[in-house]
């Protein structure tokens, strides 16, 4: 369910006509949905009732300023990945003790900020990372919260460019040294152990990799009790899938009573790290149609939208629906292509799409998570507005880029003129 519906053939956004947006802003443009948004997250939150949990959004699903607000407004933290993604997040207002830092390559200078600002956790994924967190703590006179990001080898059955908790990838710390790592971080005086944390991956539509996981950190979390090392928060990270084309991703409360059921009697508080649950199908991306080329073997839709702006298509091959903003019972067999210079360059790949003229509004469905925060440069194109809409009205949440943001921090040498 989400809120972009037709009303007499047009599509709507709330209560606003799309085309009437694209009229003022332009396109290509991300439109995300307020209410959605909301409702994502009231779900979730009430799924897990009973549990006591911290949502901390996945910043890099969806990093615009107006939505870490509105999750913030909501009472939730944030998963970041990098010191830009606290920026972002304190200059949203979020409470930094709801914020927890995942991530393998944390700078000495991250390390410092995140300690500064006084968030939550680090999610520790290497023993260097351990030692460098302790250092720079040290340094400060401060003492650093820290959970370790364990890799269980779970296959979390999703694209392998979206798996993480497999013993192939970068992620986390083998499972089997983590509690030889913990009592090495009980040991230092400027860590303190607060959690133990795991991401087994992306757009999982199955429970039982949920379930596994919360089993096999309750093992360790066991493990050290005996040892004397206290848990006090348990990060299961996110992973929960969507619905793009046919998929049927379990609901929230299933994906909540799997967790329920495998850590029954444990005492721990929950942290989830959701990004694409919540801002997936909340957001659109709006294309206009340049040209139709009818070729001698294919058809292209070419539209002013291309990888730079979406590039889940082009990265992972994802299916990304593409919906007439007016609607239109005519199909077409066609790839639907952006602008820019490489084959790779397509939204859509031999598809039954809509049939479109020049000048005719596509939209990209389910674009509010790796949308916009993937988006780039590339081809120097300026990267799209976004707008939040709001019942019957609308906000431009972040402006288009121009050319001459483009530019912005180039020189060129004296030595060159
Ligand atoms: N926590 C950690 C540590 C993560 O690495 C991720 C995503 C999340 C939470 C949020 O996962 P979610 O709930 O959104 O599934 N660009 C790819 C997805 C990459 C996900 C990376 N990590 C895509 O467009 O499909």
Known sequence: MNAFNYRERQLYAEDCKVSDIVAEVGTPLYIYSRETLERHFRVFD????????????????????????????????????????LFRCLKAGMDPGRIVFSGVGKTTDEIRYALASGILMFNVESEMELDRIQEVASAMGKVAPISFRVNPDINPKTHPYISTGLKKNKFGVEVDRAVALYKKAARMNAIRILGIDCHIGSQLTTLSPFEETVLKLREIVEELQEEGIPIRWIDLGGGLGITYRDEAPPSPEAYADTVRRAASGMTQGFIFEPGRVMAGNAGILVTRVLYVKRGPVKTFIIVDAGMNDMVRPSLYDAYQEIRPVVETDRKIMADVVGPICESGDFLAKEREVPDAEPGDLLSVMSAGAYGFTMASNYNSRPRPAEVLVNGNEFFVIRARETFEDLVRGERIPPWLS
């Not at 949502?55 to 939730?76: D, E, P, Q």
């Open 46 to 85: 009430q799924a897990l009732n009973g549990l006591e949990h911290i949502i901390c959004f996945s910043v890099k699903s969806n990093s615009n300023l107006a939505v870490l607000r509105l999750f913030a407004n909501l009472g939730g933290g944030a998963d970041i990945v990098s010191g830009g993604e």
